[in-house]
């Protein structure tokens, strides 16, 4: 069980901020950020060369590319992430330890590196990712210069009281600074405000009556639906008289995501993390918040992924470094269960520094001793648990290769970097094995790999499968001229079980109609993607929402449906983002336009 400091009485007072305020004090015109940034920038130029900071930009560089290909990554925008990611990390620690502060620069290399969450018992929340860069050695050496401005980024943000902060708080912050013009959304990216996502989950999903539905949302960006989704589970829970312990377990077990944007999956973490509100903040049980840095194997979705078919006797995942000069397997036994995914992978760092402290004497057997300390480890039974039965010989002698050469990297540099992309990007496997009742989401920037011969196809991999099943192969997925069909086919064939339900949101062309909207865009090759949904929302009449017009499309397993889709148009004026969808409703009328009608 894991205890938070209680908050203290200092903390009274303090303002709660909204979503409008934190990118309003945080933003890119704010004082704060135009410090941080500069100092940043600064470091980041001067620690050029070091391994450990090339390798994060790179493949920073890289997962950016596939998640939104349109934007132009540079020195800027990866500080411009480092930032947001550093103010996620500090606002997760006012929320569990509010009104207390930062002791020292102990403590906060610690919030940088996830050590402090994990002494809280949030698990997996921040991890040894892109942007744990200010930690490198020879940085923190050269006058903990990263340490001190993070030092005054906490200070900044210790005038606040985060201990109930409102939902998707850092979503305002996340679009001004992920890659857009100032002040605006990024390339390609949908925003979806709160009480738009209560509204599609609760009016139009069901997820509010329903407590036992689960929730993916594969594509989650800052995690709209997701801390939705939370906070839906959590007040019907609440209001049954559910225990907390339990509730919290509910939680985790049915609400899920996963995107490949570096910067999202901190901010969705983030995001879920505050919706589970006191329930994290007393005495709970370990957690592992269910948000990866994924998206289906072997597609350009999910950068450095392959399905590797050997002969054995389970299927073997293949991921590879940037420039796929090396390759590390995971076996489907392990790829396919998120605790052992994270279970393995997380006291893997142990070993490493085992290897490193017996090579620094000189021992040339270091790495071979440690790796057999593995493998007795790997096959043995861990009782008390969460993964209780051994590995098989065939899955612990894959993931020892894999160790070995993670050992390797490890001693050259890349410190804990990719334990942590082989703790995250299998996570799809297992999401598309289990199937789930609601898949919800954004259209993501349309991603497909370049003709035969352009270099981006070798580097993403073919658009195959993901694999699971006896044959190892899920479901075949094949790009199109159509994003949006192409997502819908792919989200509904992996992750929606056979009576579940799935709703898109995406831009449309919008002609009037006998009075109503039309969707008239997004027109697969086979079947137009409107006859596949069998209710459009067309939101185009509120105003407020970001530009072009777009609606929701909603549906089930089958390709098409078999009657004309209705529609509904919901007409009026946006209220703040982060409303809830209780009081958008003042604001916001839903009128029945009946069967979608189309132009000739």
């Not at 997820?207 to 036992?212: A, I, M, P, R, S």
């Not at 999202?264 to 879920?272: C, I, K, M, S």
């Not at 137009?528 to 009449?541: E, F, T």
Request: hydrophobic letters at 40%; glycine letters at 8%.
């Amino acid at each position: 069980m894991a205890a938070h400091r209680a908050a203290p009485s200092e903390n009274a007072g303090r303002p709660v901020p909204t979503a409008q305020d934190l990118a309003l004090a945080l933003g890119r015109d704010s004082p704060i950020y135009q410090r941080t940034f500069t100092q940043l920038l600064e470091l980041f130029r001067q620690a050029q060369g070091t391994p450990g900071v090339d390798l994060r930009y790179r493949e920073w560089a890289v997962y950016l590319s596939a998640a939104v290909p349109s934007v132009e990554c540079s020195e800027e925008l990866f500080v411009n992430h480092t930032y947001l990611a550093l103010v996620a990390r500090l606002v997760a620690r006012y929320f569990l330890s509010p009104g207390a502060p930062v002791s020292g620069a102990e403590e906060l290399a610690h919030i940088i590196d996830g050590d402090y969450f994990r002494e809280q018992g949030i698990d997996n929340y921040i991890e040894d990712d892109f942007f744990t860069w200010l930690l490198i050695p020879d940085i923190v050496a050269s006058g903990e210069s990263g340490l001190k401005t993070m030092g005054w980024l906490a200070n900044a943000l210790a005038s606040y009281d985060f201990s109930r902060t409102p939902p998707g708080l850092l979503t305002g912050l996340y679009h001004q600074l992920t890659g857009g013009p100032p002040n605006g959304p990024s390339p390609g990216d949908i925003h979806t405000p709160y009480w738009l996502a209560e509204y599609v989950l609760q009016e139009e999903l069901g997820l509010g009556t329903d407590g036992e539905q689960s929730v993916l949302d594969p594509c989650c960006g800052p995690g709209t639906f997701l801390a939705a989704a939370v906070r839906l589970h959590a007040e019907r829970l609440a209001g049954e008289g559910q225990d907390d312990f339990d509730s919290l377990l509910h939680i985790l077990d049915r609400v899920m995501g996963m995107d490949i944007h570096p910067l999202a999956v901190t901010v969705a973490r983030t995001n879920y993390l505050l919706s589970l509100g006191s329930l994290v903040q007393g005495v709970h049980v370990p957690v592992l918040l269910p948000v990866y840095l994924s998206g289906p194997i072997a597609t350009a979705r999910n950068p450095g992924s392959s399905v590797l078919s050997n002969g054995g006797p389970e299927p073997v995942y293949t991921f590879h470094t940037e420039t796929r000069e090396e390759m590390f397997q995971v076996p489907d036994s392990v790829a396919s269960n998120l605790e052992s995914l994270d279970w393995l992978f997380a006291r893997l760092p142990n070993y490493l520094r085992g290897a490193e402290t017996r090579g620094s004497k000189g021992d040339d057997e270091a790495a071979q001793a440690v790796l057999n300390a593995y493998y007795n480890y790997l096959v043995a039974p861990k009782l008390r648990t969460p993964i209780p039965e051994p590995l098989s010989r065939f899955a612990a002698d894959t993931m020892v290769a894999t160790a070995a050469k993670l050992i390797n990297r490890y001693l050259q540099g890349a410190g804990l970097f990719w334990p942590f992309i082989l703790k995250n990007l299998p996570a799809s496997v297992y999401m598309a094995r289990r199937k789930f009742d609601l898949v919800v989401s954004n259209l993501c920037q349309p991603v497909t790999a370049e003709a035969s011969g352009s270099g981006k196809e070798d580097r993403l991999g073919p658009t195959a499968a993901a694999s699971g099943g006896e044959s190892g192969r899920e479901a075949e997925i094949s790009p199109g001229d159509d994003p949006a069909g192409d997502q819908w086919s792919e989200y509904t064939a992996l992750y929606l079980n056979d009576a579940g339900r799935t709703a898109l949101i995406m831009p449309f062309d919008a002609q009037a109609s006998g009075g109503s909207g039309a969707v008239t865009g997004y027109k697969s090759q086979a079947t137009p993607l409107y006859q596949r949904a069998d209710k459009v929302v067309d939101l185009s009449g509120v105003d407020g929402l970001s530009s072009p017009p777009y609606c929701v499309l909603i549906g089930n397993k089958s390709l098409a449906s078999l009657q004309p889709a209705s529609t509904t148009t919901l007409k009026g004026t946006a209220p703040s983002d982060d409303a809830r969808w209780e009081q958008a409703r003042e604001h916001v009328t839903i009128v029945d336009e009946g069967p979608l009608t189309l132009p000739d």
